[in-house]
């Protein structure tokens, strides 16, 4: 059995027909073509799926997808501006080298993007709180925070 699923999706109202059993991961990448949030886990310990729903970071492979009716869910695709410029937060990302191989990136954005929202000057601490559900295989905790700080110091003076 499917059930109609309306929900707004990075500011777009969407409809799409879901199972019970499917997940928001499996209705954002199967049926919508939205990329950025990753199958890495399927169990919610990696954060490579991150997205936010209501303005709060959950993990897509355990949100079931009627659980959205209604809402807003955003996604990386919500960062880009008409003209296709980067979001000031995935320059700064870009510039600290904060994104190595790519595939947390979307899930460490929307966590520190998240945080930034509530916290527009966040302490270090709180920048590694935020991302700490998030795993980098690479390694690049560093860089990730540091260009959460860097946007943070910069954001000011653009």
Known sequence: MKYNLAFTLNGSPVEVLVRPEDTLLDILREKLDVMSPKRGCDSGDCGACTVMLDNEPVRSCLTIALTVANREVRTLESFVDHEGKLDPLQQAFHEEGAAQC??????????AKSLLEKNP???????VSAISGNICRCGAYHEIIDAVESFVNHKGKE
């Open 121 to 127: 000057n966040p302490t270090r601490k709180e920048i």
């Open 102 to 111: 790519g595939f947390c990136t979307p899930g460490m954005l929307m966590s």
